[in-house]
């Protein structure tokens, strides 16, 4: 579905991504992690255009996707979560959630486009008409998940969904993440708590300085001395990653 | 007190045409965030085109307001592609330079077009005079006003019933956030080019049929108007724009009856002076920035 070859995102002389390969297929969820500044946000941007790639390929369903303008991806079913959420603070829920259902939406306003998404997330049920402003932190996070989903995506690309959230309302959203298993979405979660990202992840990657250090399933990234030291804060003397 | 309320009658009428002068900068304002010093010209472009067609093929006024309405169209496109689409976000003053720039060709051209300078253009209909007790209007500026209460609720109705309405507030407030929705920024900005250049071009076209007839100087001139019927009523706020232009009608026409004509417009400098000292972000631009800053901050 999403094959990511060799991918380098600059700004200006800073490399934030060089050269990185990953694969996401239909229905399965992987995981990106890393420290703050390691590139994890840049490797989406540079996915979705939003960032322009300084070289690589990126083939979204068979089709060479990289350095088109940012809206074309999401078209063809490649849609984009930011970090940050970034909602339209003065819109309401529901036309936060129409503007997620792009060209899907048609012409015409219809309620028939909420029907599945509304039922994934209960808690914005009653909020529609309310201001995008009004919301909690995890309703938020909800609401930027579930404009995600209104445009009918094969595949999500999840920025640190659980930024800024309280533990109650980081795993609700996690839950809501697992529970879009049957939907069979693609999606690569961005996340820098690493068991938090591994713990509803098919498979995983490390990054580091803007390359991939480490990719496996989440066993074998939980039990790599490497990860654990430097991410689980576990002993100080663990063997280093060869 | 009859002649007070006379002269804000006539004023409310007029300040309806710089209602919509001031719609067309406050969307362009709120969607690009930056000054598009040329919209005045690009809608006296339009109207020498409909002074044109009329001076040479004698056409119905009917046709005359149409050709004004495709001409300033094709004018504003061309505005966007050369000093907004072309020139990045973040450089709002080279935007503004060049769109001053423009400003200078589109008056170039237009006397080129009719090098007479002053041309006659003419009115949809006879002039005629409504009494209502003291009270008199002539049917040109009830004409007018008519036309600009319309399309306020038209450009209400296109920003929030329509889905072009949606993603233009989207693309208004996160362009970036808006690109992650898919949306094509570059495609909204020429249909918000589209819509201010019609609502400019009705504007223009009433005016001038009121006065019956065009000069290149009418692009400062309503260049001129717009901005400050936009900054009365607050940058960036429709209603403030609505607002903005009828005070700036009422205060033109209490000065020309009280104090002459030679002071109509330095009583609207002065107002507009007074305002940007008193409340910088106009009637209507405070609340709406201080809105903005709370929904951000909670977002």
């Known amino acids: 579905m999403l094959e990511v070859s060799r991918l380098s995102v600059s700004y200006g002389q800073l490399r934030a991504v060089a050269g990185i390969s990953l694969a996401v297929a239909a229905g399965e969820i992987v995981s990106l992690t890393g420290a703050n500044g390691a590139g994890k946000s840049s490797v989406l941007d540079g996915i979705s255009g939003v960032a322009k790639a300084a070289g690589g390929s990126v083939v979204f369903n068979g089709r060479e996707i990289s350095n088109r303008p940012p809206h074309h991806p999401g078209r063809r079913g490649l849609v984009q979560v930011p970090e940050g959420r970034r909602l339209f603070a003065t819109l309401s829920v529901r036309e936060n959630l129409l503007l997620g259902a792009g060209p899907h939406c048609g012409r015409r306003f219809s309620n028939s486009d909420f029907g599945g998404v509304v039922e994934f997330f209960p808690a914005l049920q009653d909020k529609l008409h309310l201001s995008a402003a009004s919301l909690s932190g995890g309703e938020a996070q909800m609401l930027a998940l579930a404009r995600g989903l209104m445009a009918k995506p094969k595949c999500l690309l999840l920025d640190e969904p659980s930024l800024g959230l309280s533990p109650a309302a980081t795993e609700d959203v996690y839950r809501l993440i697992a529970g879009m298993r049957p939907l069979n979405i693609g999606i690569l979660l961005v996340e820098q708590n690493v068991e938090l990202g591994l713990s509803v992840s098919d498979r995983g990657y490390l990054l580091e300085s803007g390359r991939i250090v480490l990719a496996g399933t989440p066993q074998q990234l939980l039990s790599d001395p490497h990860l654990v030291s430097r991410y689980l804060g576990a002993g100080e003397n663990t063997p280093n990653h060869g | ?299």
């Open chain 2, 1 to 299: 007190m009859t002649d007070f309320l006379q002269n804000c009658i006539d004023g409310v009428m007029i300040g309806s045409s710089y209602a919509l002068l001031a719609l067309g900068f406050t969307i362009i304002f709120g969607v690009m965030r930056r000054l598009n010093l040329s919209f005045g010209p690009t809608i006296m472009l339009g109207a020498f085109g409909g002074a044109w067609l009329y001076l040479h093929f004698n056409i119905n006024p009917w046709l005359v307001l149409l050709a004004c309405i495709v001409f300033t169209v094709a004018a504003g496109v061309y505005v966007e592609r050369l000093c907004f689409n072309a020139i990045k976000r973040n450089v709002a003053i080279t935007s503004m330079v060049s769109s001053f720039v423009i400003w200078m060709q589109l008056e170039e051209i237009a006397i080129h077009i009719l090098p007479d300078r002053t041309s006659p253009f003419p009115p949809l209909f006879a002039s005629l005079s409504f009494e209502a007790g003291p009270f008199y209007v002539r049917s040109e500026y009830l004409f007018m006003f008519a036309v600009a209460v319309a399309a306020v609720f038209a450009v209400e109705r296109i920003l929030h019933r329509t889905w072009f309405g949606l993603r233009l507030r989207a693309v208004a407030e996160d362009p970036r956030a808006a690109a992650y929705m898919g949306i094509n920024a570059g495609r909204v900005s020429v249909y918000a080019f589209v819509l201010v250049s019609v609502l400019g071009a009705v504007a223009g076209y009433l005016i001038l049929a009121a006065d019956q007839q065009v000069t290149p100087f009418f692009g400062l001139w309503a260049t001129f108007k717009g901005l400050i019927a936009m900054m009365l009523g607050g940058m960036g706020s429709l209603p403030g724009a609505i607002i903005g232009g009828l005070l700036l009608g009422v205060i033109e026409t209490q000065s020309l009856w009280y104090f002459g004509n030679e002071y109509k417009d330095l009583a609207a400098y002065l107002v507009l002076f007074l305002m940007l000292i008193a409340r910088p972000g106009g009637i209507m631009g405070q609340r709406l920035v201080e809105r903005r800053r709370l929904a951000f901050r909670r977002v």
